[in-house]
């Protein structure tokens, strides 16, 4: 059975940083792409950023450019989220979601399996 763990999350000031991580079990993690998904609750979920199933490309919403990485590493069946100088905006649940190919897209129906999420709070 697919499973997607994250952690991570917490509370941080604004302009500070935080690493997610989630661990994936129960499929072949390295064939598929990933991404990283704000949850609000009761809105529609957006995509924050994505992978490819080798790395080779990712994408990043306008929002997070610049400010946070999307890094996968197949040999642990890990994903991670690395974001910097975080605003109070980021502040939402995140869970991390798996693809159906090995291609990253951008519609959230293109990815059927999600974590519970990882709840981020940026505030002073």
């Known amino acids: 059975q697919e499973k997607l763990v994250e952690s991570g999350g917490g509370l941080v000031q604004p302009g500070g940083s935080l690493k997610l991580s989630c661990v994936a079990s129960g499929f072949n993690f390295d064939i598929y792409a990933m991404g990283w998904f704000r949850r609000p609750p009761g809105k529609a979920s957006e995509l924050v950023a994505a992978?490819?199933?080798?790395?080779?490309?990712?994408y990043y919403t306008d929002a997070v450019k610049g400010r946070f990485t999307i890094t996968r590493a197949n040999d642990l069946n890990t994903l991670n989220l690395e974001m910097n100088d975080l605003r109070p905006e980021d502040a939402e649940l995140y869970s991390c979601?798996?693809?159906?190919?090995?291609?990253?897209?951008?519609?959230?129906?293109?990815?059927?399996?999600w974590g519970q999420g990882t709840q981020v709070t940026v505030t002073s």
């Open positions: 992978i490819n199933s080798n790395a080779d490309n990712s």
């Open positions: 979601e798996s693809g159906e190919g090995q291609v990253f897209r951008l519609a959230p129906h293109n990815y059927p399996n």
